[in-house]
Nanobody, 122 residues
Framework: QVKLVESGGGLVQAGGSLRLSCAAS????????MGWFRRAPGKERDFVAA????????WYADVVKGRFTVSRDNARNTVYLQMNSLKPEDTAVYYC???????????????WGQGTQVTVSS
């Protein structure tokens, strides 16, 4: 069993930055990868980024490449999402997830956090 707790969301102006954290308890290293997804109002849950626990391989959605950076701290069992140059369209609830079933890009991970709201004002 893995428990995930996100933090770091908030209100920021366009062009600003936020860093989200996802603290994992249980056996997160048993999850081959950790992912970040987001859900904007009235939309589906979309892939944002993912990272492996072991090798640090990363994946990004095209819309965030060059602006967001995903990283992990194995000693702290924590995954981060550094978000720079934020845009109003980045406004969403951001979720971290562990243990993808089929693909890091699909929202069918085994474990999910409760989400943290990110609001970017124009």
């Amino acid at each position: 069993q893995v428990k995930l707790v996100e933090s770091g969301g908030g209100l920021v102006q366009a062009g600003g930055s936020l860093r989200l954290s996802c603290a994992a308890s249980g056996s997160p290293s048993g999850s081959n990868a950790m992912g970040w997804f987001r859900r904007a109002p009235g939309k589906e849950r979309d892939f944002v980024a993912a990272v492996t626990w072991s090798g640090g391989t990363t994946w990004y959605a095209d819309v965030v490449k060059g602006r967001f950076t995903v990283s992990r701290d194995n000693a702290r069992n924590t995954v981060y999402l550094q978000m720079n140059s934020l845009k109003p369209e980045d406004t969403a609830v951001y979720y971290c997830a562990a243990r993808p079933i089929r693909s890091v890009y699909l929202p069918d991970y085994v474990y999910w956090g409760q989400g943290t709201q990110v609001t970017v004002s124009s």
